[in-house]
């Protein structure tokens, strides 16, 4: 069974700009990237943030993107704000294996 | 406006069966993909099965397979998910998902989520 690598935590001060990885990352038939990442605030359902690595849908911040390397794939947030404290998950679509989610990071404003 | 509104869940024994469903609105239903995803404390995110808008392709993962059940009405704008053979490990937030698009490559609406608990 594929897995997705994601760091437990990450932090940063307001305004800094923080990354959060995902590991594990493999191509569906096609080479298509079908990486998406979720915002999870407590007592609330996911939220998508990005959706084939780099797409934001539709009212997401611009101070969000997604990004891929190699086997890697990245969300990073900029210009950090107190909001963005929440927990992010990754996930992964191919044909093969379905729909795996990362771990989970969860960011701590400081 | 999209919305969905999971329910269904409850407390049921070991070997019980509940079967949870998932009323949207805002959108073409029978045009989209749906999903069940579960989160538990220890083991974050799962996916759990999908359906086709059409309801013709149905998958499950493997823990699943054999004992939960997805289907839908197009005619009620609801989704299911039968679940049987219920276990202690299957206890989990229930989330119904959407796809954007056909195939469930990912999720653009969840449910507020339906909590489910195998216990004796």
């Known amino acids: 069974q594929s897995a997705l690598t994601q760091p437990a935590s990450v932090s940063g001060s307001p305004g800094q700009s923080i990354t959060i990885s995902c590991t594990g990352i493999?191509?569906?038939?096609?080479?298509?990237?079908?990486v998406s990442w979720y915002q999870q605030h407590p007592g609330k359902a996911p939220k998508l943030l990005i959706y084939?690595?780099?797409d934001r849908p539709s009212g997401v911040s611009n101070r969000f993107s997604g990004s891929k390397l190699g086997n890697t794939a990245s969300l990073t947030i900029s210009g950090l704000q107190a909001e963005d404290e929440a927990d992010y998950y990754c996930?992964?679509?191919?044909?093969?294996?379905?729909?795996?989610f990362g771990g989970g990071t969860k960011l701590t404003v400081l | 406006e999209v919305q969905l509104l999971d329910s269904g869940g409850g407390l049921v024994q070991p070997g019980g069966s509940l079967r949870l469903s998932c009323a949207v609105s805002?959108?073409?239903?029978?045009?989209?993909?749906m999903s069940w995803v579960r989160q538990t404390p220890g083991k974050g995110l799962e996916w759990v099965s999908s359906?086709?808008?059409?309801?013709?392709?149905?998958d499950y993962a493997d823990f699943v397979r054999g004992r939960f059940t997805v289907s839908r009405d197009n005619s009620k704008n609801t989704l299911y998910l039968q679940m049987n053979s219920l276990r202690a490990e299957d206890t989990a937030l229930y989330y119904c998902?959407?796809?954007?698009?056909?195939?469930?490559?990912?999720?653009?609406?969840w449910g507020q989520g339906t909590l489910v608990t195998v216990s004796s």
């Open positions: 998902a959407k796809a954007p698009r056909g195939v469930h490559v990912t999720f653009d609406y």
């Open positions: 805002g959108f073409t239903f029978s045009s989209y993909a």
């Open positions: 359906i086709s808008g059409a309801g013709g392709t149905r």
């Open positions: 493999t191509s569906d038939v096609g080479g298509y990237n079908f």
């Open positions: 084939e690595v780099s």
């Open positions: 996930s992964l679509y191919t044909s093969r294996i379905n729909v795996i």
